[in-house]
Nanobody, 113 residues
Framework: QVQLVESGGGLVQPGESLRLSCTASGFTFSSYAMSWYRQAPGHEREWVAGINTFGSQAYADSVKGRFTVSRTNVKNTMYLQMNSLKPEDTAVYYC???????WGQGTQVTVSS
């Protein structure tokens, strides 16, 4: 079955960087667009970034210029490079494949001094 496993979260200070990974299994990863979402406490889950099968990327305005989404199809893995992190980036980050309506379990990112 479809499985998505996120990793790479942690506690960092404002201005620092993190790289999240999402490793997929159970489907032909290279054939489908993938997305990152996040959910902060007391807020709804929001879309962060997406990448299609051709490698074209899209970003929410709140992260544009700071985050970069990429994928390595031979490793069935999508990445989210997060630079210049802000306290408001604190959230659980999820990867998502729309074709199968499947979510990963999430990875916590906390940005705090």
């Amino acid at each position: 079955q479809v499985q998505l496993v996120e990793s790479g979260g942690g506690l960092v200070q404002p201005g620092e960087s993190l790289r999240l990974s999402c490793t997929a299994s159970g489907f032909t990863f290279s054939s489908y667009a993938m997305s990152w979402y996040r959910q902060a406490p007391g807020h709804e889950r929001e879309w962060v970034a997406g990448i299609n099968t051709f490698g074209s990327q899209a970003y929410a305005d709140s992260v544009k210029g700071r985050f970069t989404v990429s994928r390595t199809n031979v490793k069935n893995t999508m990445y989210l490079q997060m630079n210049s992190l802000k306290p408001e980036d604190t959230a659980v980050y999820y990867c998502y494949v729309a074709r199968f309506s499947s979510w990963g379990q999430g990875t916590q990112v906390t940005v705090s001094s």
